[in-house]
């Protein structure tokens, strides 16, 4: 499986900005999907995931009513909606998939996109 994400840019604080995954190769509905994000100096931190055909998602405490994931199992596509964003949420994100459920530790995801850089102005 290979991921590709977009979407990443320089906005200022309250914006809003959508993130994009493009997954190739052998991918299936039963695939679980998630973005993970990496500030400067800090872990690689889970963010949200969406389950195999969308039917459940979860998103970290930090996240939660402000980020959206969402899939798209026909065109291969796994997105997050992010509104309301601080400079806090700088970081680079990251999508990544696995075959089925592994937990929120971004060790145990198998499959990771390239990443894309998300700035946050105050």
């Known amino acids: 499986v290979q991921l590709q994400a977009s979407g990443g840019g320089l906005v200022q604080a309250g914006d809003s900005l959508t993130l994009s995954c493009a997954a190739s190769g052998r991918t299936s509905s039963s695939t679980f999907w998630g973005w993970f994000r990496q500030a400067p100096g800090k872990e690689r931190e889970f963010v949200a995931y969406?389950?195999?055909?969308?039917?459940?998602?979860y998103h970290a405490d930090s996240v939660k009513g402000r980020f959206t994931i969402s899939r798209d199992n026909a065109k291969n596509m796994v997105y997050l909606q992010m509104n309301s964003l601080k400079p806090e949420d700088t970081a680079v994100y990251y999508c990544?998939?696995?075959?089925?459920?592994?937990?929120?530790?971004?060790?145990?995801?198998?499959?990771w996109g390239q990443g894309t850089l998300v700035t946050v102005s105050s």
């Open positions: 969406t389950s195999n055909r969308g039917s459940s998602t």
């Open positions: 990544a998939a696995a075959s089925y459920y592994v937990g929120l530790s971004a060790s145990d995801w198998r499959y």
